[in-house]
């Protein structure tokens, strides 16, 4: 798009950028977090930029980046204590205990 610009300076360059129309802005983040089906991707002290371009936004990350399992470990005691308490199955217990991450909730919703 921009050919050889190996002499040309990032003053140059962002001035040329907004003669076509492209607005950058750089994000003071500290943490981007990206959320995925059953992980989630967390990058750590990134440099963020927000692109402008012809009314769309884009973002450009950069930064180390780890995933992590979005899992949540259920004990057998917990589900046991909220059967218990609510006379329902293992299998409703474990689907309430994963959406609400609360045993106290689980009862209450379970109880209902």
Known sequence: MFGNMGGVNPAQMKAMMKQMGIKQDEVPAKRVIIEKEGS????????VMKVTM????SWQITG????ESNAVEISQDDVNFVMEKTGKSESEVRK?????KDIAEAIVRLSE
Request: no cysteine; glycine share 4%.
């Open 54 to 57: 012809q009314g769309q936004e």
């Open 96 to 100: 309430v205990l994963v959406e609400t």
């Open 40 to 47: 989630r991707i967390i990058i750590e002290n990134p440099q």
């Open 64 to 67: 180390n980046a780890k995933e």
